[in-house]
């Protein structure tokens, strides 16, 4: 039984050795007839290129445009070459090296032979290189010499937007392509939007408007040259949404070039921005924001006369007036004729605690939010220790240094009836159905525009009212902080703030001049009303047209009747 | 029977040889057509984007003021001011036909004129003549005014 059992066993065992070399053998064939005609096909069919799908771009790194409100183009990439060298193919390197230095006067002829001579099979000669500069290598006809595709980053407007758009860096670079990496303003800030190959068909269309921002700048140099000003800087913002319209700070710099390395002062630097990344003591400029504050806490209204003597003591300080000023003064005249004593003791009447919320409020304790690397930066600096005579000089603007940006958004949260205004470089805003957080009810925001028109109507801002668009403002002009301690007397940054019309506000223009001094008169003359302020008329005569705004004059029947009667 | 089946066969066979022959052609061409398309289409976008920028160069404010500027002996062009704004009521009626003014003759003693300022003809005036100025007489002060303001300047 168990022998019967085992013989059937061994004959089972081997049918199945035969089927496993069958089996082998079928794999065997099929494996060999694979190849055999893989051979053949290869054999047989025309050897074809790997075609470049170049419409597809897949895999290329990408980088979208950048336009302004009414889409012209501020940042694009244009198809560029790179020259590399391969210095086994040449014959004679040093002669190379001659010829290229005298296609790139700004390389180095000794520096190139070294290049050429060395082991390396693989040297970048030059990248970017423009199409003149191609052809004349090509036009020398040495072997050896390579061009690659490379994109560049160009920003048509230049100067003009330099500081928005700031720049970028090629951060991987190989023969056929360049990734680029903002370095700077939007583009840094933007940096992970403007690579993402899903959005990069649709351009990052900004609030900028770059013919009003060319006319602003122009306005400001000229400012500069006849103040012989070291350095000024200008916003112009909408009042309802934050979005910025211009924004400039000269010196400036071509961002096609951008200069690398500065020595000497930062703030002397051209990458300087100052609008976003300065931090000054505004001045009297806050002199708005305390007499918004008393009036909206109630502690004064325009009954309430403030005694202003001489001087008011506070320990060992004296806070002084300029000028003589009246020994009582309401809210207004405060403002208008700016006085200093006054201001510290309207902080004092709504009490240190209430004064820092406010000022909190209307964003002087965080970084603007401004959509530019520099500007996340710039957090405003406060004082250390605040205490009561921290918000008596903070409340005429000495204490506290933040940015132009932040001046105006504190200025257009004011005239947008009290809302708080963010500032925002995208068009649209970022948010624009929801309106800000209350801050000032709408009667204090409709008083202090009245005020403000007063300051230019009568006050120091006189040299501003331009017909028609009911500019008010608020000038301030602070001394430049000495590095050791201590204020310089002859050096100070004038500020003017602005608003327009304001019965219906649209616009807020801070414009600031570094060091600048009025000459024209028999004695030199640094004050805001006598340098800032003719400059913002500039500005503002400049831009409205632009901007479409059409100076609209209110004239009463008897006005009408007098002038008809005189223009007749 | 067997062998016009064969050849039927065969014939078919030939047939439907001849038919790939001409489609595998036919789509090999077609690939080659689509390729040398896309790259096409790749160096027209590319001389887009171009023509986009130069477009944008050539534009810059910057570059227009300094042409204007050196070319200013035959343009005469100025930045534009707020006085470049004008007001409709500024702009004089042309003057009338005869035929309007035997009309106007027979309006006017209808409609009587405001303070010597032409009223159009086929505008009624609101009531008596107002004591002082008009609507219209209002808007043409306020163009006289905004026009001084700013040529003064």
């Given at each position: 039984m168990t022998d019967f059992a085992t013989s059937q066993s061994r004959g089972r065992t081997a049918v199945r050795g035969d089927m496993r070399l069958i089996l082998l053998m079928v794999v065997i064939c099929v494996c060999y007839a694979a190849v055999g005609l893989r051979m053949g096909v290869l054999a047989l069919t025309d050897p074809v290129e790997p075609t470049l799908a170049r419409s597809g771009d897949a895999g290329r790194p990408v980088r979208g445009d950048i336009v302004d409100r009414n889409g012209q183009l501020l940042a694009a990439n244009l198809p560029g070459w790179s020259l590399y060298a391969h210095p086994h193919e040449m014959k004679d390197p040093v002669l190379v090296a001659d010829a290229l230095s005298g296609v790139f006067p700004s390389m180095d002829r000794d520096d190139l032979i070294k290049k050429l001579t060395g082991k390396r099979r693989f040297v970048w000669i030059k990248r970017p290189v423009s199409p003149r500069e191609r052809q004349a290598v090509h036009e020398l006809g040495y072997p050896g010499l390579h061009f690659g595709a490379r994109e560049i980053r160009i920003y048509p407007a230049g100067r003009t937007a330099g500081h928005i758009v700031g720049g970028v860096k090629a951060e991987r670079e190989g023969v056929r392509f360049a990734e680029f990496v903002g370095s700077a303003g939007i583009e840094k800030h933007f940096d992970a939007r403007l690579r993402d190959p899903a959005k990069a068909a649709e351009p990052l269309r900004l609030s900028i408007d770059i013919t009003a921002q060319a006319a602003m700048r122009q306005a400001m140099a000229a400012g500069i040259e006849r103040f012989t000003a070291k350095g000024a800087s200008a916003v112009l913002m909408k009042v309802k949404t934050g979005e910025i319209v211009a924004l400039a700070s000269l010196p400036d710099f071509d961002p096609n070039d951008r200069p690398e390395g500065f020595r000497g002062a930062a703030e002397l630097n051209p990458r300087f921005n100052r609008v976003a990344q300065g931090r000054y003591e505004l001045g009297s400029t806050f002199k708005v924001l305390t007499a918004a504050m008393a009036l909206e806490t109630g502690v004064a209204n325009d009954a309430t006369l403030v005694k202003t003597p001489p001087a008011l003591k506070y320990g060992r300080h004296n806070i002084r007036d300029f000028y003589r000023m009246p020994k009582q003064m309401s809210v207004e005249e405060i403002v208008v004729k700016s006085s200093n004593v006054g201001s510290a003791r309207l902080s004092?009447?709504?009490?240190?605690?209430?004064?820092?919320?406010?000022?909190?409020?209307?964003?002087?304790?965080?970084?603007?939010?401004?959509?530019?690397?520099?500007?996340?930066?710039?957090?405003?600096?406060?004082?250390?220790?605040?205490?009561?005579?921290?918000?008596?000089?903070?409340?005429?603007?000495?204490?506290?240094?933040?940015?132009?940006?932040?001046?105006?958004?504190?200025?257009?949260?004011?005239?947008?009836?009290?809302?708080?205004?963010?500032?925002?470089?995208?068009?649209?805003?970022?948010?624009?159905?929801?309106?800000?957080?209350?801050?000032?009810?709408?009667?204090?925001?409709?008083?202090?525009?009245?005020?403000?028109?007063?300051?230019?109507?009568?006050?120091?801002?006189?040299?501003?009212?331009?017909?028609?668009?009911?500019?008010?403002?608020?000038?301030?002009?602070?001394?430049?902080?000495?590095?050791?301690?201590?204020?310089?007397?002859?050096?100070?940054?004038?500020?003017?703030?602005?608003?327009?019309?304001?019965?219906?506000?649209?616009?807020?223009?801070?414009?600031?001049?570094?060091?600048?001094?009025?000459?024209?008169?028999?004695?030199?003359?640094?004050?805001?009303?006598?340098?800032?302020?003719?400059?913002?008329?500039?500005?503002?005569?400049?831009?409205?047209?632009?901007?479409?705004?059409?100076?609209?004059?209110?004239?009463?029947?008897?006005?009408?009747?007098?002038?008809?009667?005189?223009?007749? | 029977m067997t062998r016009h089946g064969i050849a039927l066969l065969m014939l078919s066979i030939i047939a439907i040889a001849g038919w790939a022959y001409n489609v595998n052609y036919n789509t090999k061409a077609a690939i080659e057509r689509v390729s040398t398309l896309r790259s096409e289409i790749a160096a027209e976008r590319e001389a887009l984007r171009v023509l986009k920028v130069e477009w944008a160069y050539l534009n810059a404010p910057d570059r227009l003021s300094r042409l204007v500027g050196e070319h200013n002996d035959h343009l005469h062009l100025v930045p534009m001011v707020p006085g470049a704004f004008g007001i409709s009521a500024a702009v004089p009626f042309p003057p009338k036909t005869l035929e309007e003014r035997q009309n106007e003759e027979v309006y006017t003693s209808v409609y009587p004129r405001v303070g010597g300022i032409p009223v159009p003809v086929a505008r009624p005036v609101p009531g008596a003549a107002p004591s002082g100025a008009s609507a219209v007489g209002r808007d043409r002060a306020a163009a006289r005014a905004v026009t001084a303001a700013w040529s003064s300047e």
């Open positions: 004092m009447m709504i009490g240190t605690r209430r004064f820092k919320d406010y000022l909190r409020k209307l964003g002087f304790f965080d970084p603007s939010g401004l959509e530019l690397s520099e500007a996340a930066r710039a957090k405003p600096l406060l004082p250390e220790r605040w205490t009561d005579l921290s918000s008596m000089t903070i409340s005429f603007g000495h204490g506290l240094a933040a940015s132009p940006v932040h001046l105006a958004a504190a200025f257009a949260t004011l005239a947008n009836d009290g809302r708080r205004v963010h500032p925002t470089l995208i068009a649209g805003g970022t948010e624009p159905d929801k309106p800000g957080k209350r801050v000032f009810s709408s009667a204090t925001s409709k008083r202090m525009l009245e005020v403000m028109r007063q300051v230019v109507v009568r006050g120091t801002a006189r040299r501003t009212d331009l017909p028609g668009y009911e500019i008010g403002g608020k000038t301030g002009t602070a001394e430049k902080v000495r590095p050791g301690g201590g204020y310089f007397s002859d050096r100070v940054i004038s500020t003017f703030a602005a608003v327009f019309p304001t019965t219906e506000p649209e616009y807020v223009l801070i414009i600031s001049l570094d060091e600048p001094t009025d000459r024209s008169g028999p004695k030199p003359v640094r004050s805001a009303g006598r340098t800032a302020v003719p400059v913002a008329a500039d500005i503002i005569a400049r831009v409205a047209p632009i901007l479409d705004m059409r100076p609209r004059l209110m004239l009463t029947d008897d006005e009408v009747e007098t002038l008809d009667a005189r223009l007749q | -």
